[in-house]
């Protein structure tokens, strides 16, 4: 008895193995993500939560590195001591960064940062200082993470991904940027 | 390279943004003035205050810019001057908040009036009738509207655009056409494409009409009560300084016309 027992447990072993992630491609891939862009502390008075399109390009390296550049537009009001009032204004960035992440099945996770340019429409924010007389744009710093759904066709995935930004040069303002997006990857590897 | 100037091309077309314009103490315009306290018995020119438009001098626009002054004078008759800075240049508005500082409620009325590259139009200067002692008063380019306010409460309010391209028509009809201030105020220009000057001369188009490049504002309140107000330009030829009113001195002209003087 303790003989079979043995012996099946040596079989168990031998056929169990790691699970396999469900498969994903890698190669170019391209995103498009709907989301937010919140103002932190202490500029959160001066612009209001707003709306955000971002796309991202990019190549896979790796299963668990790419890099990519990234474009995003939001839109808020400016939120500052009238005059003016109910006036909006655009924030354009554009940036190119790595991405670090792992797969555990279905759900990939991430880490990301990069640096690139960010741009304000208008001088609205001038009234409260944020940005200088003529200026329009500043170096912008980025990083988070986020958690990615591969479907079952490799080639497409969801994903929820959460940014903290910084612009040095409109006093250093920060933002959360928070999408969720959709990914397509082109290769087959 | 070429590629390259398209798309910088296709962006400065499009770039039309807002620009916020406040007084600059320590600019070349530093005796703008954008704030207004008054009291019911306050009296110009403590009503009163003014901001420039932060134009550029035409030396420094695009020389495709600059040029078409040249083109344009060639359309027109010639005794029609075409003005440096034209309604095609950019869009005005101007938006204000007041702030009754009494415990009572009150009433306010918040005038608008400016200036052109060639003349300033100040309606307390005018006497439509010199014979008639008790003739209404010139009217403002635009406002003069009551306005009840709250105790120490607060109201904004805006000139639009449209407002304000009327109110450099308004100002046009009066100095090159000759209209009377209340005809030039009371009728809907806007829209027009010429006008006649009524003593004669040749029809001036609107591709000719100046646009204004100093605001004035006259604050008439009946207790204590402060306004604040701005400029918000929008461009559609590159004329106007990114810095605003806090551009060095001798990047922008500040224009202070000679007043009108309306002859009945």
């Known amino acids: 008895m303790r003989l079979l027992m043995t012996r099946s447990l040596v079989i168990l072993i031998a056929l169990a193995g790691t699970a396999q992630a469900r498969p994903a491609s890698t190669g170019f891939f391209a995103e498009g993500g709907l989301g937010a862009v919140t103002f932190l502390p202490p500029r959160t008075s001066d612009a209001a939560v707003g709306p955000e399109m971002e796309i991202r390009i990019g190549r896979d390296i790796a299963s668990w590195f790419s890099f990519g550049i990234v474009i995003a537009a939001s839109s808020h009001e400016a939120t500052v001591p009238p005059p003016p009032e109910h006036e909006w204004f655009q924030v354009y960035r554009g940036a190119g960064d790595v991405r670090l992440g792992t797969r555990a099945d279905s759900i990939a996770f991430f880490v990301e940062g990069g640096a690139g340019v960010a741009m304000f429409s208008s001088n609205v924010l001038e009234k409260v200082m944020v940005v200088e007389p003529g200026e329009q744009f500043s170096i912008e710093f980025h990083a988070g993470g986020g958690l990615e759904y591969q479907l079952e066709n490799r080639h497409y995935a969801f994903g929820l991904a959460v940014n903290a930004f910084l612009a040095p040069q409109f006093d250093a303002i920060m933002a959360i940027d928070s999408r969720l997006y959709l990914r397509y990857t082109y290769g087959g590897g | ?264």
Request: proline share 9%.
């Open chain 2, 1 to 264: 390279m070429r590629r390259y100037a398209l798309i910088i091309t296709l962006v400065g077309c499009t770039n039309n943004e807002p620009q916020y314009v406040t007084c600059a103490p320590m600019g070349p315009a530093g005796g703008d003035k954008c704030t207004i306290e008054a009291f019911a018995d306050s009296a110009l020119p403590d009503q009163s205050g003014s901001l420039h438009v932060p134009v550029k001098p035409d030396s420094a626009w695009r020389s495709t810019d600059r040029d078409r002054r040249a083109e344009l004078q060639m359309l027109v008759d010639p005794s029609v001057t075409v003005p440096i800075y034209r309604l095609e240049h950019y869009d005005l508005s101007v938006e204000w908040q007041v702030t009754n500082l009494d415990s009572a409620p009150g009433t306010f009325y918040v005038d608008l009036n400016g200036a052109n590259e060639e003349v300033a139009y100040d309606p307390s200067l005018i006497d439509i009738d010199p014979t008639d002692d008790e003739e209404p008063p010139a009217p403002p380019l635009a406002g003069a509207i009551p306005i009840d306010i709250g105790p120490n409460g607060t109201v904004q309010g805006v000139f639009r655009e449209d407002q304000l391209v009327e109110a450099a028509i308004d100002l046009e009809q009066m100095t090159r056409g000759g209209f009377n201030p209340f005809r030039a105020m009371l009728t809907v220009s806007k829209n027009d494409e010429a006008f006649t000057p009524l003593l004669g001369g040749a029809e001036i188009p609107r591709i000719a009409w100046r646009q204004l490049v100093r605001v004035d504002i006259v604050f008439r309140p009946d207790r204590h009560m402060q306004l604040e107000f701005n400029l918000r330009v929008r461009e559609q030829v590159e004329v106007i300084h990114e810095k605003g009113l806090n551009a060095p001195g001798g990047e922008i002209v500040i224009y202070d016309p000679p007043d009108y003087v309306y002859t009945p």
